[in-house]
């Protein structure tokens, strides 16, 4: 009998151990989920800050500026074609240096941020402002911006009426004379 006591004492010893030891572990597990949390807040807290601005007024760089340009002026002509988005692509991949991915990447970010801008003329106007308050933005880096929404109004043929008013404001905001 005493043999049976003894193993069942042992039993319960180890099961309490086991048990104490998964509860330490899963208050680990939540110690270290806690110090994720804490790590990532600034990050998170930048996020809230500007989806709560949301929409142009979360643009951080002139190229998601530019890729904003390029879609409004290629969407004045109507819907997007598979035509003019590449040739964003195309323009982005090679004035910005990125690889194709990165080019999608900011073509669909700039989408995003764009959609909530209150008419053509005024992306237009914000983001050629932004652009030309950008470290480094001169008159040549200007000019290319300025071949390169051109470059995206010709994707599907000649400028429309709409698109060429586009790039009148551009100029305009920009000082550039044609």
């Not at 992306?123 to 030309?132: F, I, P």
Request: proline content about 3%; aromatic content about 6%; glycine content about 8%.
């Amino acid at each position: 009998m005493h043999i049976i006591i003894g193993l069942i004492s042992l039993l319960t010893f180890f099961a309490v151990w086991y048990w104490r030891l998964k509860m330490l572990s899963g208050a680990a597990r939540e110690g270290i989920k806690a110090a994720e949390a804490l790590v990532n807040l600034p990050r998170k807290m930048r996020f809230r800050c500007m989806t709560r601005k949301g929409g142009l007024a979360v643009v951080e760089d002139p190229r998601e500026a530019a890729a904003i340009l390029m879609l409004e002026i290629a969407q004045a002509r109507g819907p997007l074609t598979e035509r003019q988005v590449a040739a964003i692509r195309a323009e982005i991949m090679q004035h910005f240096e990125f690889d194709e991915a990165d080019a999608q990447s900011l073509i669909t970010q700039a989408g995003w941020l764009g959609r909530d801008a209150g008419g053509a003329h005024n992306a237009m106007s914000k983001m050629t402002e932004y652009v030309m308050r950008s470290p480094g933005m001169g008159a040549e880096q200007l000019v290319a911006l300025d071949g390169m929404l051109v470059y995206i109004s010709e994707a599907e043929g000649s400028p429309t009426a709409d698109q060429l008013d586009l790039l009148a404001v551009f100029r305009n905001k920009a000082g550039l004379q044609v």
